[in-house]
């Protein structure tokens, strides 16, 4: 569940699960849907834009996770291990067992 406060404009400010340490960058999806997270401990996260409710961690990497690109269905992450990843996100693959 995320903690929701308001700030002084009056804009909700939700604490997303899982966020507490080695945060390097978060991203927007290009429809605004989903929001992705790159993490110090070799992995990056999906949450649900909308709800702030955590949706999956995706593992691939040897080392933290310094940053990602998202364009269309596609994220893109890069490492510390010295490897950029592509990852297709587009729902229906999503669902149906995870990311390739």
């Known amino acids: 569940m995320t903690q929701t406060k308001k700030t002084k404009k009056n804009v909700e400010d939700k604490h997303l699960p899982g966020d507490e340490r080695g945060l390097n960058e978060v991203r927007y999806s290009e429809d605004g849907r989903w929001l992705y997270t790159a993490h110090e401990h070799r992995d990056w996260r999906i949450y ?38 592509m990852w297709d996100v587009s729902y229906p693959k999503y669902w149906e067992g995870g990311l390739t």
């Open 48 to 85: 649900d834009a909308l709800t702030g409710f955590f949706v999956k961690v995706v593992n691939g990497h040897d080392d933290t996770v310094s940053c990602l690109s998202v364009r269309g269905n596609k994220v893109c992450t890069g490492s510390w291990d010295k490897v950029i990843q």
